[in-house]
């Protein structure tokens, strides 16, 4: 497709689960960003790939959250142990080359549930 | 305090009704400015970069103040359809944009 793709569309997970997030961004985006929004707030930073190097992952809340983008396209993030705090939407955006006046492309992200 | 803040609202206002949100940020170094609409549940959409000599899009005008670090979106004739959340952004040196919470708009007829 011509957009942002994330699967799965919704997970649900058991406290203590690893779950794997999938995002496939605009062919030829060469930046990809991840954030985590929970309920009722703005989309939180959570790491920024260009191609294949992951050149901030300052937002990482702790270091069971993961994420890679080893052929510099499809990325994933990974969170190890799940807690009910990850509770949130995973958004994961593209854009063409990363320069601070472009716009971002979104996916429509993943709902991640634990219980 | 958040890099990016804004009133969460709601702001309830009749079809036809002009509005207006605002937005502070705290990173003198962010140089790019944006407006992203969210409808509940869906992903954010770009809705219009901010220059620095103002802009309009239609019903839509976009603010910006440096001295006082504030952007500003002024939505003219709301339509039902505008009713959504309104997500300021700012992008500075480190090319990460950062999002503020959020403003809730609600048009009613």
């Known amino acids: 497709g011509a957009g942002v793709s994330q699967s799965p569309r919704y997970k649900v997970a058991k406290r203590g689960q690893d779950v794997a997030l999938r995002c496939d961004p605009i062919s030829g985006h060469v930046s990809l960003f991840w954030y985590q929004q929970a309920l009722g707030q703005g989309p939180e930073f959570l790491t920024y790939?260009?191609?294949?190097?992951?050149?901030?992952k300052s937002g990482l809340p702790s270091d069971r959250f993961f994420a890679e983008r080893p052929e510099g396209s499809v990325s994933t993030l990974k969170i190890q142990r799940t807690q009910q705090e990850d509770s949130a939407v995973y958004l994961c955006?593209?854009?063409?080359?990363?320069?601070?006046?472009?716009?971002?492309?979104f996916g429509s992200g993943t709902q991640l549930s634990v219980l | 305090r958040k890099e990016v803040e804004q009133d969460p609202g709601p702001f309830n206002v009749p079809e036809g009704a002009t509005v207006a949100f605002n937005c502070t940020y705290s990173?003198?170094?962010?140089?790019?400015f944006f407006w992203y609409r969210q409808d509940c549940r869906k992903e954010p959409k770009l809705l219009m970069s901010v220059y620095s000599s103002g802009n309009e899009d239609g019903r839509f005008t976009a603010q910006l103040n440096r001295a006082s670090q504030y952007i500003s979106l002024l939505i003219r004739d709301s339509k039902l359809s505008d009713s959504a959340t309104y997500l300021c952004v700012a992008s500075g040196g480190s090319y990460i944009p950062t999002f503020g919470r959020g403003t809730s708009l609600i048009v009613h007829p």
């Open positions: 790939f260009q191609n294949e190097a992951q050149l901030d």
């Open positions: 990173n003198s170094a962010s140089q790019s």
């Open positions: 955006a593209s854009s063409l080359v990363g320069a601070t006046n472009e716009k971002l492309f």
